[in-house]
């Protein structure tokens, strides 16, 4: 999804109906799936953003939102080194048509799928009509500025507080710590990929104030214009995450996990039929 080159960001709802929308909704009986043994927050897309105001206004965090997609799922499955990433998130939210497929297949149905850049298009309206202030971390940096540029031509009043690139040395990466700290942000949008970024959040925990941390991978190349995206047909079925695997055949690892997964989830399927005969 791209920015638009020079008109602003216009809501199809003005921003008073929106956040009245999200204070609507009642969060309090929102459930979590199990699927594959990884737990899946079993929300639409407008539950999540409102869980997340909610978060940001009882400033009891930090708090990590995690994407995840079946690769993502097989990797932070129980016994798995990445184990605590999903022990440590606080929202994990179906970032792919794989996981939604799989849910219906070995559990209950998910309530949507959750695409990762129009999710980050909600929070980043909501956090200009609430004046919430946000800082960007990762990808290259001149990825970064370009992402700048378009959300502050894009959202008149976004308060960008902060950005740094996600390749830094040990010297730079202390003062950005110490920036987070100090300037304690709403939110942050992460992207130094999986599971660098889910990593670097552990480790820094302590720096990361009451922040609402969404790991956003490769978004910001994304919205910068300068990575090549998924061919429409695929992005449309949510399968973005399987183009990637099929057309970087080096990745051998993903490939293989993809498989894992099917044959998994199929596994899963043909017990839950049988227990039910």
């Not at 899946?40 to 009882?58: G, M, P, Q, T």
């Not at 048509?97 to 909600?122: C, H, N, Q």
């Not at 960007?136 to 740094?164: A, C």
């Not at 480790?203 to 609402?212: E, G, H, M, R, V």
Request: net charge positive.
């Amino acid at each position: 999804m791209s920015l638009p080159e020079q008109n602003e960001y216009i809501s199809a709802r003005d921003d008073r109906d929106y956040l009245l929308e999200y204070k609507s909704i009642d969060i309090s009986r929102l459930s979590r799936l199990t699927l594959l043994d990884v737990p899946v927050d079993n929300v639409s897309r407008d539950e999540a953003v409102a869980c997340i105001l909610d978060l940001i206004e009882k400033k009891q965090g930090p708090h990590h939102v995690l994407f995840i997609d079946p690769i993502k799922l097989m990797r932070i499955r129980p016994g798995k080194k990445l184990r605590f990433i999903a022990e440590q998130a606080r929202l994990i939210l179906a970032d792919g048509a794989g996981i939604v497929w799989a849910s219906e297949k070995t559990v209950a149905p998910l309530k949507e799928r959750i695409p990762m850049i129009s999710f980050i298009m909600d929070i980043v309206r909501l956090a200009t009509s609430k004046q919430l202030t946000i800082y960007l971390l990762g990808s290259r940096t001149d990825h970064l500025e370009k992402v700048f540029f378009n959300l502050q031509r894009s959202f008149n009043g976004i308060r960008i507080i902060g950005r740094q690139g996600g390749h830094f040395e040990e010297n730079r990466e202390a003062l950005v710590k110490e920036a987070l700290r100090k300037s304690a942000p709403d939110i942050i949008l992460l992207g130094m990929g999986f599971p660098q970024q889910e990593i670097w959040i552990k480790n820094n925990w302590a720096y990361l104030s009451q922040s609402i941390v969404i790991g956003v991978d490769g978004a910001f190349d994304q919205l910068s214009g300068e990575e090549k995206k998924a061919p429409d047909w695929w992005q449309l079925r949510g399968l973005a995450w399987l183009w990637r695997t099929i057309s970087r055949p080096w990745l051998a690892g993903r490939f293989w996990a993809t498989i894992h997964f099917v044959l998994l989830v199929w596994w899963r399927s043909f017990k839950a039929r049988k227990r039910q005969r």
